[in-house]
């Protein structure tokens, strides 16, 4: 059946359902002429007799009513398949990519990005090292490096500073070790100042940025954390001053033609807003 496609099966129903041709032309807004000869091709595809045909209509023959059978089967799958279709894209969708640190933070702030009553949905993750928003790899994203090429609209959002961190129950230890994000998983002047100034110090590293605060926690030594995250964990201390070298803005940022969608332009404000409101926190 290779050669019978979907639209004369369709066609094959009409003229069965409703036993003729001028019946089916009524339903269809196509010619009997034009209907009979697709059936007749129909027939020819399959290499089987459909109809018994004569001066009362089109009755089905043996192999049409199996026929008919079957394409009732396939219509009800069709139409299980519109209708989660239509369930899964009854509103349009708007995805926000965040660094890594903030990713919680946004998800835990979810209702001051999207209300009950709004129609969209929204998806939350992670920004990739190689996230391309010239590409629509998210509709919003929250990024802590300007990006400088593209067709984007950016938008200069809050401080994002850091501070060394050990945990409370090492308060008076001395010369505690360093905990490093690998060299291969760097993807940020944060994420490079432990090896680049206590290379020789180093003795636990991670490839996920985030676990160097459950590793501080752990006791495995001292690391460089965001304060907006390290000031809120009441199990670690912040050692020393901010580290104000590692200080960068955070940029919400957009393609410049999804921008205009009133779902998106509403998710970029309540996200700066969002922000704006806890400048304080991300300064520390």
Same mark, same amino acid.
């Given at each position: 059946?290779?050669?019978?496609?979907?639209?004369?099966?369709?066609?094959?129903?009409?003229?069965?359902?409703?036993?003729?041709?001028?019946?089916?032309?009524?339903?269809?807004?196509?010619?009997?002429?034009?209907?009979?000869?697709?059936?007749?091709?129909?027939?020819?595809?399959?290499?089987?007799?459909?109809?018994?045909?004569?001066?009362?209509?089109?009755?089905?023959?043996?192999?049409?009513?199996?026929?008919?059978?079957?394409?009732?089967?396939?219509?009800?799958?069709?139409?299980?398949?519109?209708?989660?279709?239509?369930?899964?894209?009854?509103?349009?969708?708007?995805?926000?990519?965040?660094?890594?640190?903030?990713?919680?933070?946004?998800?835990?702030?979810?209702?001051?990005?999207?209300?009950?009553?709004?129609?969209?949905?929204?998806?939350?993750? +992670?920004?990739?090292?190689?996230?391309?928003?010239?590409?629509?790899?998210?509709?919003?994203?929250?990024?802590?490096?300007?990006?400088?090429?593209?067709?984007?609209?950016?938008?200069?959002?809050?401080?994002?500073?850091?501070?060394?961190?050990?945990?409370?129950?090492?308060?008076?230890?001395?010369?505690?070790?360093?905990?490093?994000?690998? +060299?291969?998983?760097?993807?940020?002047?944060?994420?490079?100042? @432990?090896?680049?100034?206590?290379?020789?110090?180093?003795?636990?590293? +991670?490839?996920?940025?985030?676990?160097?605060?459950?590793? @501080?926690?752990?006791?495995?030594?001292?690391? @460089?954390?965001?304060?907006?995250?390290?000031?809120?964990?009441?199990?670690?201390?912040?050692?020393?001053?901010?580290?104000?070298?590692?200080?960068?803005?955070?940029?919400?940022?957009?393609?410049?033609?999804?921008?205009?969608?009133?779902?998106?332009?509403?998710?970029?404000?309540?996200?700066?807003?969002?922000?704006?409101?806890?400048?304080?926190?991300?300064?520390?």
């Amino acid at each position: 059946m290779a050669d019978a496609n979907w639209d004369d099966l369709q066609l094959f129903y009409q003229v069965a359902e409703q036993g003729g041709l001028s019946a089916a032309a009524a339903g269809t807004g196509l010619s009997a002429p034009t209907i009979g000869r697709r059936m007749l091709a129909l027939e020819r595809a399959l290499g089987r007799s459909l109809f018994i045909r004569s001066q009362q209509g089109y009755r089905l023959a043996h192999d049409g009513q199996i026929l008919l059978e079957r394409v009732r089967v396939m219509r009800q799958a069709a139409d299980g398949i519109a209708d989660w279709h239509g369930d899964a894209f009854a509103l349009p969708l708007v995805s926000i990519a965040t660094e890594p640190w903030l990713a919680p933070f946004v998800a835990e702030s979810i209702a001051a990005i999207r209300s009950p009553s709004d129609a969209f949905r929204l998806c939350v993750k +992670t920004a990739d090292a190689d996230l391309d928003m010239t590409f629509r790899a998210a509709d919003v994203a929250v990024l802590g490096v300007e990006p400088v090429s593209g067709n984007l609209a950016k938008r200069r959002s809050v401080t994002f500073r850091y501070a060394v961190y050990r945990s409370r129950a090492l308060a008076g230890a001395a010369d505690l070790p360093w905990i490093s994000v690998g +060299t291969e998983s760097a993807r940020s002047n944060s994420d490079r100042f @432990v090896f680049e100034n206590h290379e020789s110090q180093i003795l636990t590293w +991670t490839g996920e940025a985030r676990l160097v605060e459950t590793l @501080v926690q752990a006791g495995a030594g001292r690391g @460089v954390l965001p304060v907006f995250a390290g000031d809120a964990n009441p199990a670690i201390e912040r050692e020393g001053d901010i580290i104000a070298a590692l200080d960068h803005p955070l940029w919400i940022v957009a393609n410049d033609d999804d921008r205009r969608r009133p779902e998106v332009r509403l998710v970029i404000d309540r996200v700066a807003e969002l922000f704006s409101r806890h400048a304080a926190r991300f300064l520390g």
